[in-house]
Structures are given as C-alpha cells and as structure tokens.
C-alpha cells in the first residue's frame, strides 16, 4: 500500500473528537479539507481546516470528494464506516493505496454492549433507505434483531409493521444517539408503542415475541406466504428444485416463466449476496412476483416482463437457470447456445409435451431426469384415501 493516502475515512461518534484515535486526531491536524455530514462536521467543534459538508444524493458527494484527489482530505462516517457505512461507496471508486481508514466503535457494537447481547448471534440490519420488510426472515418468537433505522418516525412504523405481522408482543429498545452526551435508551412492547420524541441517530434493538408464524429457514416455504393465482412451484417440488439449482454465495439466477416468483424468492433467501432476475411474460404476475419478494424481506428481485428466448436479460451470464413456464426447443436451443459452460440448468415439465422435450435434451447433454409424482391424503367416505397430484419431469444439468 502506497506509505501516504491522500484520504483518510475517519469514523466518528457521538463522543466527537474526544473518542477518536490518535491516528484520527493526525489526519483531521493534518487535512487540508474535511468532508462529511453537516451533524459530523459539527461534533468536530472548531475548524482546522476546510470543510464541505456531504450533499443530498448521497452519490453527488463522492463525485465531489473525488474532485480533490491529491490534496489531504477527511472524510467523517459514522462509528465503523464498513458496516452498513459510507466505507464502501466511495472506496469501489479508488485504488487500494489511496485511502486509510480508522473506524470507531460501531453503533451495533455499543448497541449490543447496552443490551448485554452476544452479537455474533444477533441479526444487526441496516434499515436507514431499505424498507422494513428486509426483518421478516429474522422474525421468530424468542430471536434477538439490531436494527439501524433513519429517524424517530421510522421507530413508529417498525412498532406498527411489527403489530401488523402478529408480532405485537415483541419488545422495543430504542437507544438514542449511543456513546454521546445525549444517549438514552427506553423501552416499550410494539403494540403500545408512545414514543414519539425518538432522536436521531437510533437504533433498535428487538425482542421477538408473538404468535405470528416465523418464515422456516429450509427450502420449501408454505405455498400461504405467497400471493399466486396458482401459477407457483408448489413447496415440495421448489424445494426439490431449489435443491437442484443449488445456490451459492453471490450467484445469480436467472429463473424464466417466474409466476408468483417463488423459485426467485427462495434463491434470494438462501445469501444475502445473491441476486435473481425473474422473466415473466404476464404483467400482473411479474408485479405479484416483486410484491411476495418484497414481503418476504428479499426486496432485491429483479423483474423482465417479456416471453423467452425473444426477451432475456442482458448484462453478465447468470450461474444458474430455471425454467419454470414456457419450455419450448426454441429455448433450450437458444440457452444452450447462449449460456457459458459451467451454467446450472433446471427445468420442470408437467405435459406430456414438454416431458417429451425434457427426455430428447437429457439424451443430447445428459444431466439427470427425475420424474416427481405426489399425492395428498384426502377424506374418502368416512377415512382416508390418496389423491396423486399431476407428475412432474426435472430435468437438471451442467452445461
């Protein structure tokens, strides 16, 4: 690493200069400009050097930092600048040599040092401009969740969303403006929440109670937590196709004839650093598909509204497919032309048809042909007898 950055990310507290490093006090001493949020800049106190203060997109800020590359800049963020921190926005943009860090106490940290929480078990979310629905898979009765939330007001609508789900009995920690002079912390049940002079910076911590249902952490999730007009992957069979498609960390799914986005959805759960794009043909479909993904806290999916092979999406090639509505030959030829070596195929068939389809490719690429067949326990007359549900082929391959 090159001995003299021209930028020093300095995190801050609430404590101002009196908790930061030594190292830190250096470069603020040093800096011919400082650059930061205006509450930042005023836990500074008095001024040693030039100072701007960090505009509204946050993105015209780093084009303005990075006008003065050369010069000794600061640039202030909050307790540790690398977790859901400014650190990373600005850093994609500069070669390794040009910038040091010196973080401070994170506000998870103190928030878990507060509470007397093991943090390496606890969820800790970063809800500042991402909405409150990116909680439902940490929701379970008896968990533990650290959130990071913009203002008092969003402290008001994560008591009602909480309230909403069945989850009302949970209790709220809110810990205000933590490692500073004005820290406080108050607690509260969501369901009787009155806390409206909440200050910023807050953040949240929860205990999870209620009767509300928790999302299963496995493959196959409840066909209920879906919003469908039966166009979705029943939870078996997902969680027989999930299992085929097999998603790791930071992969992308490309996931044709999406429906109720169900395949897309689970894909997402499975990391946080996954992604999916859902082709979906029907507009209704492709809006339900977004609204389930975003309910079920993976607001993350990607839609294309349009038919395969005429519309797939651009840009790098995905890890894995799915086929799950329109199978067609014009398809498969188009995606195995298409699709680099290495790429994960799945495909479901139901017709007789499109089992035909399936048999041909298996015997051209190989792969494996699995046929599903179901069946549910029913009343018969006074006892039980089963009803087979519609067979289905999966095909999956390597190309």
Excluded at 68 to 91: E, N
Excluded at 333 to 360: D, H, I, K, Q, Y
């Amino acid at each position: 690493m090159n001995s003299s950055p021209w930028l020093t990310i300095v995190g801050i507290g609430e404590d101002g200069i009196d908790g930061l490093c030594a190292a830190s006090r250096t470069a603020l001493n040093q800096a011919d400009l400082v650059m930061g949020a205006a509450r930042h800049l005023a836990l500074l106190g008095a001024p040693n050097a030039a100072r701007i203060e960090w505009p509204v997109p946050f993105a015209d800020g780093v084009e303005q930092l990075l006008a003065h590359r050369g010069r000794k800049v600061v640039m202030l963020a909050s307790g540790d600048p690398f977790w859901f921190g400014a650190g990373t926005s600005v850093t994609r943009h500069l070669q390794p040599g040009e910038w040091v860090a010196h973080p401070a106490p994170s506000t998870f940290g103190l928030a878990a040092a507060r509470l007397g929480w093991a943090i390496e078990s606890t969820p800790c979310l970063g809800l500042h401009a991402a909405p409150l629905q990116r909680l439902r898979p940490h929701l379970a009765s008896g968990g533990r969740v650290l959130v990071l939330l913009r203002d008092g007001a969003a402290v008001v609508r994560l008591a009602t969303y909480l309230s909403e789900l069945g989850f009302g009995a949970s209790t709220i920690h809110a810990l205000e403006s933590l490692g500073g002079p004005r820290e406080r912390v108050r607690t509260g049940q969501a369901e009787n929440w009155d806390f409206t002079d909440i200050a910023h910076p807050v953040a949240v911590g929860i205990e999870v109670r209620g009767e509300a249902s928790a999302m299963p952490s496995t493959s196959g999730l409840p066909d209920a937590l879906f919003d469908h007009d039966g166009q979705i992957t029943k939870s078996p069979l997902r969680a027989l196709t999930l299992a085929a498609l097999a998603p790791r960390p930071g992969e992308v799914l490309w996931d044709i004839g999406a429906g109720s986005g169900s395949v897309s959805i689970e894909w997402l759960l499975a990391h946080p650093a996954n992604q999916a794009i859902a082709v979906e043909a029907d507009a209704l479909r492709a809006e339900r598909a977004k609204a389930n993904a975003l309910a079920l806290g993976v607001d993350r999916l990607q839609l294309v509204l349009g038919r395969a092979p005429e519309t797939l999406p651009q840009g790098p090639p995905p890890s894995a497919v799915f086929i799950g509505g329109g199978l067609s030959g014009p398809l498969l030829e188009t995606l195995s032309a298409r699709l680099p070596a290495g790429t994960r195929l799945v495909a479901n068939a139901v017709t007789l048809e499109s089992e035909a389809l399936l048999a041909e490719w298996h015997g051209r690429r190989g792969g494996d042909l699995l046929r599903i067949e179901l069946a549910d326990a029913v009343p018969l007359g006074s006892r039980r007898g089963w009803r087979s549900r519609y067979p289905v082929v999966q095909w999956s391959v390597t190309l």
